[in-house]
């Protein structure tokens, strides 16, 4: 299960590092209305909400499918890319079996949702920023999986027969988590792509990310992805950028 994102996740982030470069500077978008039966952006959405928004937003053709420069939507892409939702699967009050299923359906969907955008940045660069956006999204439910994942695995003995294949499934997960930060950072750099509000936005997701899932990753991950993060934190030319990137690159 566990393995299955992982390969998602990562496959996300290919896709996305291999489409960067072909892109020019996002612009104005014209504003469309939003489709209707998604769920409100006025109140927290639950991780039942995901589906039910994958379900009407991966079919939409790009003229409809909701931006953030659009007023209408903007409260929408919020709403989606918060990730209060996420809280639900790291609350121990409730049932692992509970959260594990709910947070995995709830990933499938926002994984679905981030390659729908992502096929829309493709072809129309104006949607940039709501990719990197739902890319955010995506390093906030890693975290929690990975959290997850910890939790699973305390549950079953060292000694059941099942316990060196489920780690060792779980030890693959944590290096594709480890693609996934690198590839996000290897996005934050594309300056001439995104604007420097949702790159200050992302570098604080990436942050947080590499902090939690930091201490799990192989010694060879961490401090490459240390050192990547560094760089950025030396050149970026954005201040509120190299400010987030300043305790990864410090060693805090």
């Known amino acids: 299960m566990f393995d299955q994102a992982r390969k998602l996740l990562t ?12 892109c020019a500077p996002p612009e104005s978008a014209t504003a469309a209305a939003l489709p209707d039966g998604l769920p409100s952006s006025a109140q927290p959405w639950s991780l039942a909400d995901y589906p039910r ?3 009407i937003l ?13 007023p209408a939507a903007a409260a929408l892409i ?21 959260r594990m299923q709910n947070c995995m359906a709830a990933g499938d969907a926002s994984n679905a949702i981030l390659h729908r955008y992502m096929a829309a940045f493709q072809q129309d660069p104006n949607f940039a920023d709501d990719l990197l956006r ?6 906030q439910r890693a975290e929690m999986m990975a959290g997850l994942a910890t939790e699973f695995m305390a549950t079953i003995p060292q000694s059941d027969p099942s316990y060196a294949t489920r780690m060792g499934g779980v030890q693959q997960m944590r290096q594709g988590f480890a693609g996934m930060i690198q590839g996000g950072a290897i996005s934050l750099q594309a300056r001439a792509v995104f ?24 010694d060879a991950d961490r401090a490459s992805i240390t050192s990547l993060l560094g760089q950025i934190a ?15 690159a410090s060693g805090d």
Request: proline residues 6%.
């Open 11 to 22: 496959l996300s982030i290919i896709a996305l590092v291999g489409v960067l470069i072909a």
């Open 53 to 55: 928004a994958a379900a």
């Open 58 to 70: 991966v079919p939409l053709p790009n003229s409809q499918l909701p931006r953030s420069t659009d």
């Open 78 to 98: 919020q709403r989606l890319t918060s990730g209060d939702a996420l809280a639900f699967c790291a609350n121990r009050a409730q049932p692992l079996p509970d």
């Open 134 to 139: 739902v890319q955010g999204f995506e390093l």
């Open 195 to 218: 604007s420097e509000s949702v790159r200050e936005d992302f570098a604080a997701h990436l942050v947080h990310a590499f902090q939690t899932m930091g201490p799990d990753l192989s």
């Open 234 to 248: 030396a050149s970026d030319q954005n201040t509120n950028v190299r400010s987030r990137l300043s305790s990864v």
